[in-house]
Nanobody
Framework: QVQLVESGGGLVQPGGSLRLSCAAS????????MGWYRQAPGKQRELVAA???????NYPDSVKGRFTISRDNAKNTVYLQMNSLKPEDTAVYYC???????????????WGQGTLVTVSA
């Protein structure tokens, strides 16, 4: 069974920084794109950052220049460094991975359980 486990959320003051981590575990053949999404209360889930297996990244304008996504393919782990945090960044952050479990013929869209990030004075 494949799992994505996030860590690193918490409370931070405006202007502060946090680093999220997400490790994929289980019997995995390969991982393609990994990413982070967030969902604030009353809002739809939105993409925060994504990174391909080759290291190509994608960010929406709302976080560009403040957030940096990276991954360690040897550890099946993706990171999100968040700097200059704003109150509007408050949300539950979810890890996502497009991966192929061992023995599967098609990719699986896997999600973590979410980690809460609160930006407040």
């Amino acid at each position: 069974q494949v799992q994505l486990v996030e860590s690193g959320g918490g409370l931070v003051q405006p202007g502060g920084s946090l680093r999220l981590s997400c490790a994929a575990s289980g019997s995995i053949f390969s991982i393609y794109t990994m990413g982070w999404y967030r969902q604030a209360p009353g809002k739809q889930r939105e993409l925060v950052a994504a990174i391909t297996s080759g290291g190509i990244t994608n960010y929406p304008d709302s976080v560009k220049g403040r957030f940096t996504i990276s991954r360690d393919n040897a550890k099946n782990t993706v990171y999100l460094q968040m700097n200059s945090l704003k109150p509007e960044d408050t949300a539950v952050y979810y890890c996502n991975a497009d991966l192929v479990p061992t023995g599967w013929d098609i990719p699986l869209d896997a999600w973590g359980q979410g980690t809460l990030v609160t930006v407040s004075a």
